[in-house]
Structure formats: C-alpha cells, structure tokens
Antibody
Framework: EVQLLESGGDLVQPGGSLKLSCAAS????????MTWVRQAPGKGLEWVAF????????QHGDSVKGRFSTFRDNSRDTLYLQMNSLRVEDTAIYYC??????????????????WGQGTLVTVSS | DIQMTQSPSSLSASVGDRVTITCRAS??????LGWYQQKAGKAPKRLIY???SLQSGVPSRFSGSGSGTEFTLTISGLQPEDYATYYC?????????FGQGTKVEIK
C-alpha cells in the first residue's frame, strides 16, 4: 500500500523557519518526481514545489521562490521542504504528492496519483 | 505562468442532475489536464487525467472533455457522495496550476 506521511508542521512566528518531511513507502520512491502542494484554511489548492526523481531538476512556485527549498534523500525514501522567512500567508496544510508529469528520461507521462494526509503549518505571532 | 480559470465557483444541484464544470487555460496546454475531488478534511482524490481518462475505481458518471484551452468535467447523474469541491489541474511544461475550485452543494 502506498503511503506518504508528512511531518514537521508547527506554529512558527513570522520570519521563522520550519522543515517538513514526507516519508514514502509502498512504491519505488527514487523512480518518481515529487511535489509539494498547500492549501490555506478555507482556500484552494496551490502547487508549491517539484523535484525530479534524481533531484536534478527542482522548481518552485512564484509565491515561495527564494524562501523555500525542496530536496530529497532517496536512500531514506524521504522528501523535504525547508521553509525560511515564513509569512502569515504561508499558513496552510502542506501535502506531499505525486502529480502528473512528463518524464524526460523515459519519454512518457507519469500518471500516478499519490497524496499524503497533510501537515499543518501555522505562521502567527 | 499558465493561469486556470475555473467556473462556476459554486453551484447547487439535486441528486440525479447533470453537472458541468469548466476550466479555461491562459494558453494551449494540449490535454495536460486533470480533475480532482476534495471532501472536507481530506486530501484531494483524482477523478480524471489527460483530459478524459477515468482514474481507476472512479464511477463512470464522471467524464472529462476538451483540449487546448477549454476543458469540462461532467457528472452525469449527481449522487449524494458527489457533494464536494472540484479542482482542475494543468501540468504542462513542468509548471502546475490548480483552478480556483467549484463547490457542489445540495439543492
């Protein structure tokens, strides 16, 4: 059974930092690109970051670019999101997920669909 | 960046109704579009990928259509368990954008 288990969500003050983790099991983590998606309270879904299976390509959404960084440890089947200079508007549930993407190496689209249960980050003074 | 405009933002419908939700992309995304259902307190669940391919296990009353910049999710015969919020997602060119969401409520 595929599982994605996020952890690390907490209450943090504006300007602070936080590191989220996502532990994967039930699939070959090192073969899949991973994504972070967030959802502010009562709001819609927002794509945050993408990292290729090898970690060789990383992209972040405009709202977090320069403040957040994503990386992975394939030996531990774990994805990370380092969040710095946090703002009140970063308050959200953060999900790790496998979203659809085009895999350049194979030349095929990857249509797997895996989501974690989310972890809550609250930025408030 | 590609913007996705989803409409309507909410709708009220009765059990058995046919429901249509639309997403418009700001540029051609070919068929790089999926549809997700989200219920309160839960992670999103994918219904459709590649515009019109039904996710395994999803009832056939859900269908998707479109191409280029205009896409549609149709629920043919709304069921009580379909009351939820629906999102489109485009995944073209290593950028992902969700629509704003459509909340489907009981009439």
């Amino acid at each position: 059974e595929v599982q994605l288990l996020e952890s690390g969500g907490d209450l943090v003050q504006p300007g602070g930092s936080l590191k989220l983790s996502c532990a994967a099991s039930g699939f070959t983590f090192s073969s899949f690109a991973m994504t972070w998606v967030r959802q502010a309270p009562g709001k819609g879904l927002e794509w945050v970051a993408f990292i290729r299976d090898s970690g060789s390509r990383i992209q972040h959404g405009d709202s977090v670019k320069g403040r957040f960084s994503t990386f992975r440890d394939n030996s531990r089947d774990t994805l990370y999101l380092q969040m710095n200079s946090l703002r009140v508007e970063d308050t959200a549930i953060y999900y790790c997920a496998v979203l659809p993407y085009y895999d350049l190496r194979s030349g095929y689209y990857i249509y797997s669909d895996y989501w974690g249960q989310g972890t809550l980050v609250t930025v408030s003074s | 960046d590609i913007q996705m405009t989803q409409s309507p933002s909410s709708l009220s419908a009765s059990v058995g109704d046919r429901v249509t939700i639309t997403c418009r992309a700001s540029q051609d995304i070919k068929n790089d579009l999926g549809w997700y259902q989200q219920k309160a307190g839960k992670a999103p669940k994918r219904l459709i990928y590649a515009t019109s391919s039904l996710q395994s296990g999803v009832p056939s009353r859900f269908s998707g259509s479109g191409s280029g910049t205009e896409f549609t999710l149709t629920i043919s015969g709304l069921q009580p368990e379909d009351y939820a919020t629906y999102y489109c997602l485009q995944y073209s060119n290593y950028l992902w954008t969700f629509g704003q969401g459509t909340k489907v409520e009981i009439k």
